[in-house]
């Protein structure tokens, strides 16, 4: 008879062995362990909206649970939670999209997952472009694909259809774009995603543009969707949005995508068997996002554009330290090699002695595929971001060249 030994040691799959843990999450993590053991933080590293959530959008989740909308919904959420998405695309892009084309998801997170895992087989290549949100490769190495990754650096991380062109290989099977960028800030302009998604319709490669930063993008930059793009440039393309950062709802975890039928379909199918519906209270609270006055969107990006601007002389001002302007998003993406030197060699050292000496987070640029470089979330006070510039600098004034 066969015996089982009684201790055997927890390994996980090869595909979460091949993972990474979530840099972004971490960083947001150590600064809340600082702050619980009583440490004066400055948090540049958690890419979250320091607004509350809009007044209108809270009572109507108020609203919904006071009715008791508090039951399963359709996987893909309620006929209203699709509508108000097909509305506003509709109003904002002038898109045609159909309710089977359209899904809320836990978050625009899942709705990445979604689109990734419903495609990939073993060995199949995702192009993801330098530098990339920390999950788009964890994603890609979950569902057993590699992720390839395209250098930007050359064009100061704005990509371009030729840069793509040169990646492809015959096993390419995805490119996934995040314009505004989330961590570079960069913004591509309409043209190029045109040409982009030109290039990529033509050889059968599908595109996952992840447009979460979709609203925040600073004049004279243009609020561009790829959803306008014309249908038949659409029939390999999906679209991850996302409430989070548009509403300021991160904890709410509501995301949607925007995708053909049968890939919308592929997606239900994996999200039936791991989250269902999206939160019911949430969907209620997003429908009004999308249908009630907006307001406080650009109240946020005119918030935005005060803080950039401010960041931008001063982390200019700090010796060593260069920095691009950031077309959209919340995020400053300096260069910090300037001020790297023998005991403090790369981005990541940078980080974790900025963390230790002067209690101030920021994501180390490596993680997102820029060594030498450091995210810094702008989605905060002024106060905050005079405070945390103040310490950066006595941290390089002490420590860098
Ligand atoms: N997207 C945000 C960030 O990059 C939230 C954290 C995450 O989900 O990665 O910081």
Known sequence: MKTWPATSPFTTSHNVTRMQSSSTLAAMQAAEALRAAGADVVDFGAGEPDFDTPENIKQAAAEAMRVGRTKYTSTGGTRELQRAIINFYQREFQTEYQPSEVMGAS?????????VVTLINPGDEVLIPK???????????????????????????????????????????????????????????????????????????????????LRFVYPPGEVFSAASLPAELRSKLCIAGSFSK??????????YALAPTDWTKAML????????????IAQWAAVEAFNGPQESVGLMLAEY??????????????????????EGAFYAFPDIRGCLTNGLKTSAEFSQRLLEDEQTVV????????????????????????????????FVEKNGR
């Open 107 to 115: 978050g625009g997170k899942q709705a990445i997952f979604n689109a």
């Open 246 to 255: 548009t509403y300021a709802m991160t904890g709410w975890r509501l995301g």
């Open 305 to 326: 554009t005060k803080r950039r601007e401010w960041l931008l002389q001063a982390l200019r001002g700090i010796p060593g330290i260069k920095c691009s302007e950031p």
């Open 131 to 213: 530098p990339y949100w920390v999950t788009f490769p964890e994603i890609v190495v979950f569902a057993g694909g590699n992720p390839v990754f395209i250098e930007t650096e050359e064009t100061d991380f704005l990509l371009t259809a030729e840069q793509v062109e040169r990646a492809i290989t015959p096993r390419t099977k995805i490119l996934i774009l995040n314009s505004p960028s989330n961590p570079s800030g960069r913004v591509i302009p309409p043209t190029e995603i045109r040409r982009i998604i030109e290039l990529t319709a033509d050889r059968g490669i599908y595109v996952i543009s992840d447009e979460c930063y």
């Open 363 to 394: 994501t180390d640029g490596a993680a997102f595929g820029a060594e030498g470089f450091v995210r810094m979330s702008y989605a905060t006070s002024m106060a905050q971001l005079e405070e945390g510039v103040k310490r950066m600098r006595r």
């Open 269 to 280: 199918k994996v999200q039936g068997h791991c989250t269902s519906n999206p939160n019911s």
